[in-house]
C-alpha cells in the first residue's frame, strides 16, 4: 500500500497538536527543517520536534534541508526522528556517507533526498546505507509549489535501480503532490508521497489520504 506523509509545514500552527491528531490514518508526520542557508527560508527545529514527539506515535520522517547535516542529526534522533533524511548535495560525499552511519549506528532510519537539478545517480552510491530516498518535485524551501513532472523518470531510473540491487528502500516523493500528481508518482515507483497543502487544505482529511493512496 502506499504510505502518505502529511507535511506539517502546510498545517496550523497555531493548533499543531489539533492537526496531528486529525491524520491519525496517515504512515508517516513530514517534518521540513530548513536553515536559511541551504534554503532560502527557515522553518522549525529541534524544540518543535522534541514537542510533536510527545503528542503523536506516528513515524516522523524528518526532512533535513540544512548545511553540514552531520552537525545535528543525533540532535534530531535524540528529538525523537525516526526516520532522518539528509541532502546529497548539503556536505562532502564523505561527511554524507559518515552521517548516514550515524543515523544508521543510532538505530533510526536513513534517508537521502535529491534536488531537481540534481541527477538521480547521485543516489547511488549510499543506496546500500539507506531506507529511504526522497526526490523532490519542487525546488526545496517552501510550501505550495507546483509539481515538476520533469522528475518523474528521475523516480523511474531510482525504482529500477533499488528493485534490481534487492534494496530495501522506500522511494518517497516531495512537492506539488494532489490526487492528480500522485498518480503519476506511483506509476513511476514512488511508496511513499508526502502532501502538505493537499491533505491539511481538506475538509476532508482521511477521505483526501484514501484519493491520495488511490483508494
Same mark, same amino acid.
Given at each position: 500500500?502506499?504510505?502518505?506523509? &502529511? ?12 492537526? #496531528? ?11 521540513? +527543517? ?25 513515524? !516522523? ?21 525516526? #526516520?532522518?533524511?539528509?541532502?546529497? =548535495?548539503?556536505?562532502?560525499? =564523505? ?16 534517508? $537521502? ?5 540534481? &541527477?538521480?545517480?547521485?543516489?547511488? &552510491?549510499? $543506496?546500500?546505507?539507506?531506507? !529511504? ?8 524551501? /517552501?510550501? *505550495?509549489?507546483? /509539481? ?7 523516480? =523511474? /531510473?531510482?525504482?529500477?535501480? #533499488? ?8 522511494? =518517497?516523493?516531495?512537492?506539488? #503532490? ?7 508518482? +506511483? ?8 502532501? *502538505? ?16 493512496? *488511490?483508494?
Amino acid at each position: 500500500m502506499i504510505k502518505i506523509a &502529511p507535511s506539517i509545514l502546510s498545517a496550523d500552527f497555531a493548533r499543531l497538536g489539533e492537526e #496531528i491528531a486529525s491524520i491519525p490514518s496517515a504512515d508517516y508526520l513530514h517534518f521540513d +527543517v530548513m536553515d536559511g542557508v541551504f534554503v532560502p527560508n527557515i522553518s522549525i527545529g529541534i524544540p518543535v520536534l522534541a514537542s510533536v514527539r510527545k503528542i503523536t506515535d506516528m513515524t !516522523l520522517d524528518v526532512h533535513l534541508m540544512i548545511t553540514e547535516p552531520r552537525r545535528y542529526v543525533k540532535d534530531f534522533i535524540d528529538a525523537g526522528a525516526d #526516520i532522518v533524511v539528509i541532502h546529497a =548535495e548539503a556536505d562532502t560525499p =564523505e561527511h554524507t556517507m559518515e552521517a548516514l552511519r550515524e543515523i544508521r549506528a543510532l538505530g533510526k532510519r536513513a534517508g $537521502l533526498c535529491i534536488k531537481p537539478k540534481t &541527477p538521480a545517480e547521485a543516489a547511488l &552510491p549510499y $543506496l546500500n546505507m539507506l531506507s !529511504l530516498i526522497l526526490v523532490m518535485t519542487v525546488e526545496p524551501g /517552501f510550501g *505550495g509549489q507546483k /509539481f515538476m513532472p520533469d522528475m518523474l523518470p528521475k523516480v =523511474e /531510473f531510482l525504482r529500477r535501480a #533499488i528493485d534490481s540491487g534487492g534494496h530495501k528502500v522506500e522511494l =518517497e516523493v516531495d512537492g506539488g #503532490i494532489n490526487p492528480e500528481t500522485a498518480k503519476l508518482c +506511483v506509476a513511476a515507483g514512488a511508496d511513499v508521497l508526502v502532501a *502538505g497543502s493537499a491533505v491539511f487544505g481538506a475538509q476532508d482529511r482521511a477521505a483526501m489520504i484514501r484519493r491520495l493512496r *488511490g483508494a
